[in-house]
Each structure stands twice: as structure tokens, then as C-alpha cells.
């Protein structure tokens, strides 16, 4: 799987848009990019993914360059259950293929 | 639906002592997997399972074992327990659709004195 590299962490202020950034400049034609996020002490949560649209759910938007070697999260209007590790993880989508988790970005969102 | 259950919710162990960690899912998913996730640490696979019957090693499983017990269960053993394996464990399994979402379980807190 390709490598990722996000920043260690982020703030932003309650109500405003969160825009997290991810670099996977190594990223091969038929890999996705996913995106999780863990609140302190659960498990992860899926928030998105997409090959190489911009895709938006109830969740989050994301936006992917046309070189597909870097994506951003947008959590367009954040808030305090938002403060999380975000994840972005890249990998093929086939069955039995396990995520590949790295450090992630901690988002600190307050009032 | 539960989704992914795992018990226990927390264990504290003597080094050399064993035990199983057990999760279940009723979500119909072929594939399952075992993590682990030190403090401040991204999550690192021990092992996992593509389907009933088979199970691979990860990035970490050096004293664990699992078992796929059926379509629903798979257990992770530690034999001889380790201070090094105080952890957080978490169990998850991957839909088998366009999405493949990877679902986890609430984690066993794990202590080994």
C-alpha cells in the first residue's frame, strides 16, 4: 500500500470548516483513499473515500488533486465531538485486504 | 445488530499468564482482523482472516494466535502473556461491497503486569 503523510496535528475553531490534508505521492492507479477517524479510546470510525472524485457525504467532503497525489478532508462546519485522530489510509479495495494505519492527524476543535 | 462485540472490556494479567480475546460480528462479513494500539500509536495488525477457515499474519503477531471459529467468531490467544503486550486490541471485519467499510469493535483494554 502507498505511503501517507499527514500533519501531527491541527486546531480549529467551533463552526468553522476543518480541512485536513494528506500527501500519498506514491499512490498507484487501482488504490483508493480512505479516511477514518478515532475518538479518544474507541475504535475507528469510516468517514469517506473515494479513487479519484471529489466525494461528499453526510459526513465530510473529499477532495482529491487530478494527480491523486494528495487529498484533503473537509469537515465543513466542525464541532467539539469532532476533536479526533483522522486517519488517511490508502489501499486497494479488495476483499481480505486489511487497513494500514499510521499516526494520523490529531484534530483539536474548540469553542 | 451489534455489529463488532468483543470481550472483555478490560484484563489484567500476570506475565506468563494466558487468555482469549473474543470477537463476534453479525454483519455477514467474510473478512476479520485483529489490531493492536500502543499509546500515542497508529494501529498495527497482528493478524487477520480473508475468509472462514484461513488466517494470515500481519504486521505484529509474535506471541498471539487466532482461530476463525466460524463465519461470525474470531478469537486472538496470548499464551504467555508479556508486559510488551499491554495494549489496546481491537477486532474488526470489512463488508463485502463497493464500499468496503471497515467496521471495529469497542476494544479489550489489556494489562500485563
Known amino acids: 500500500d502507498a505511503k501517507t503523510t499527514q500533519p501531527t496535528s491541527m486546531d480549529c475553531a467551533e463552526g468553522r470548516a476543518a480541512n485536513l490534508p494528506c500527501n500519498h505521492s506514491?499512490?498507484?492507479?487501482?488504490?483508493?483513499v480512505y479516511w477514518y477517524r478515532q475518538i479518544h479510546s474507541q475504535g475507528p470510525q469510516y468517514i469517506i473515500h473515494?479513487?479519484?472524485n471529489n466525494e461528499t457525504n453526510e459526513m465530510a467532503s473529499l477532495i482529491i488533486t487530478e494527480d491523486r497525489k494528495s487529498s484533503t478532508l473537509i469537515l465543513p462546519h466542525a464541532t467539539l465531538r469532532d476533536t479526533a485522530v483522522y486517519y488517511c489510509?490508502?489501499?486497494?479495495?479488495?476483499?481480505?485486504?486489511?487497513?494500514?494505519f499510521g499516526k494520523g492527524t490529531t484534530l483539536s476543535v474548540s469553542s | 445488530n451489534a455489529g463488532v462485540t468483543q470481550t472483555p472490556k478490560f484484563q489484567v494479567l500476570k506475565t506468563g499468564q494466558s487468555m482469549t480475546l473474543q470477537c463476534a460480528q453479525d454483519?455477514?462479513?467474510?473478512?476479520m482482523y485483529w489490531y493492536r494500539q500502543d499509546p500515542g500509536m497508529g494501529l498495527r495488525l497482528i493478524y487477520y482472516?480473508?475468509?472462514?477457515?484461513?488466517?494470515d499474519k500481519g504486521e505484529v503477531p509474535n506471541g498471539y494466535n487466532v482461530s476463525r471459529l466460524n463465519k461470525r467468531e474470531f478469537s486472538l490467544r496470548l499464551e504467555s502473556a508479556a508486559p510488551s503486550q499491554t495494549s489496546v486490541y481491537f477486532c474488526?471485519?470489512?463488508?463485502?461491497?463497493?464500499?468496503?467499510?471497515?467496521?471495529f469493535g469497542p476494544g479489550t483494554r489489556l494489562t500485563v503486569l
Open positions: 489510509i490508502v489501499r486497494v479495495r479488495q476483499a481480505g485486504t486489511a487497513l494500514i
Open positions: 482472516s480473508a475468509s472462514e477457515g484461513t488466517t
Open positions: 474488526a471485519s470489512i463488508e463485502d461491497s463497493e464500499y468496503n467499510e471497515q467496521f
Open positions: 473515494g479513487l479519484k
Open positions: 506514491t499512490i498507484s492507479g487501482n488504490e483508493y
Open positions: 454483519m455477514n462479513h467474510n473478512s
